[in-house]
């Protein structure tokens, strides 16, 4: 197994930082996939937040799916996936892993970035791998019912209360009389359990946990699935610069998450192994979680929905153009 090579967020924070003071060379650091010595790999730097889907690009880099493609993979922690853009932007990391919304909202800023292709999604129907979650009893159990609510989220102005708004609004209630506070997905069902909250959007294994238990908790509803079926979750992106100056090295990327994220999805056992690792979580935990939906596809329809009802609900300013932003 390759050795990883993991660099702190504080370091990456640093070193973008001093690279945002600068405007001039490459965004890959001078070397380019369409010029490689011969034989070599391409070194690429790849931003990831250490939750459970990011874990199959360290899955593609230990099973050399990503050297097969030309690439030689270095990961990057980051703390979210808006504190990943400044980076990608200014070409410390030549490609990011997460949520579109983040993504639109930075390109409506005139930020150019780029969706080079789909990672994961929620899931279109069944129980979907995140969800509201109330305490049981409460009598909490429609989404109007939020209104007038604490609902925690780990991020204000994510896809999280964007959803959770749209899915009061089609259920005939005030999306604008719904307080969101920003809680950490692992505190969210103490805040919850100690009445610091009324309700929780939590992700997996946290909603797991919850559904476990069903004397003292309840899920509500499944905003991504309710609002935006198919929702992505994440999705890959890269800076304007490097799409245009490099496009070689674009396709070879899209091409090799396709392969990784297809492969990981056919071997849940060996990639549980992986997100035990990755996360550090226990590895029966690993091994039962319910996945998103991995795929390196992207459909612009899903991502039109998402950027109009961000355009909506005042998320983003201006509709992004999402001709220029998805790279063919």
Sequence with gaps: MPPTRFL?????????????A????????????????????????????????????QYGIDEGIFAEHGLDVSVQAAQGGAAMLPAVSTGQ???????????????????????????????????????????????L????????????VNTVNGQGDLTIMGAVQDDGGDPEAVEFLEVAFPDALAQL????????????PFLSAAVADPAAYSV???????????????????SGSLADEDPELVAAWREAVGDVLDTATA???????????????????????????????????VLTDLSTLATEFGFVESAPDLDTIIVD
């Design 22 to 57: 600068c405007t001039a060379g490459s965004p890959s650091g001078g070397t380019t996939a369409s010029e490689p010595a011969d034989g070599e790999l391409t070194p690429v730097t790849v931003g990831l937040l250490t939750i459970a889907p990011s874990a199959a690009v």
């Design 220 to 238: 509500l509803g499944y905003p991504n699935q309710d609002v935006l079926p198919g929702l992505p979750t994440m999705v890959t992106f890269t």
């Design 141 to 152: 159990t429609t989404w109007q019912d939020l209104a007038g609510k604490k609902v925690a």
């Design 267 to 301: 071997d849940r056992e060996g990639f549980a192994t992986t997100i035990a690792e990755f996360t550090g979580m226990p590895g029966d935990v690993a091994a039962s979680l319910r996945l998103e939906r991995l795929s390196a596809d992207v459909d612009p329809q």
């Design 93 to 139: 990391i030549d490609f990011g892993v997460g949520n579109p919304l983040s993504v639109l909202t930075a390109a409506g800023q005139g930020v150019d970035m780029r969706i080079v292709s789909g990672y994961s999604s929620s899931l279109a129907d069944g129980d979907d791998i995140n969800a509201v979650v109330t305490r049981a009893g409460d009598g």
């Design 8 to 20: 702190a967020p504080a370091a990456v924070i640093a070193s973008t930082l001093l690279l945002a």
């Design 193 to 204: 359990d100690g009445g610091n909250v009324d309700a929780v959007w939590v992700p997996e």
